[in-house]
């Protein structure tokens, strides 16, 4: 799958250091002790102002998943995609493309751990796989 280049900007220039350093950053209040995606900017619980980058376990599970057909086009057909849901440790939900992993091997609940790509031009992005 040929994902769209992604770039930073201020806000989010401390999560893409740490997905370059291989590390799953998000957003964390120390007020309530609560975790919120990485993309927050009020705690996602308490709607705390005090959010600062902390590290995740990078670890998780399957909550639900879908697949985007591959299509053809001049002649070349695209691999179907997988999408899943993401239930992080911390408790956060994050969208993850699940990359080489057989569509009949999903199933709810299942132990994925986050990993890192780069596509040309881009920022390395997280993405899941099974554990």
């Known amino acids: 799958m040929a994902l769209?280049?992604?770039v930073r900007d201020d806000f989010s220039a401390p999560f893409f250091d740490g997905t370059s350093a291989g590390r799953l950053l998000l957003r964390?209040?120390?007020s309530s002790?609560?975790?919120s995606e990485p993309a927050a900017r009020f705690c996602s619980v308490t709607q705390a102002d005090d959010l600062e980058w902390r590290e995740s376990s990078g670890r998780g599970t399957l909550?639900?998943?879908t697949i985007k057909p591959g299509r053809t086009r001049d002649e070349v057909t695209t691999p179907d995609v997988?999408?899943?849901i993401v239930e992080l440790e911390e408790g956060p939900w994050l969208s993850l493309w699940l990359p080489e992993v057989d569509p009949s091997r999903l199933v709810e609940g299942a132990a994925v751990t986050v990993g890192f790509v780069q596509p040309e031009g881009s920022e390395h992005l997280p993405v899941a796989g099974l554990s």
Do not use: D, K, L
Request: a negative charge; hydrophobic letters at 55%; proline letters at 13%.
């Open 4 to 6: 769209a280049p992604v």
């Open 28 to 30: 964390f209040s120390p």
């Open 33 to 35: 002790g609560e975790w």
């Open 63 to 65: 909550v639900s998943w």
């Open 82 to 84: 997988v999408i899943g």
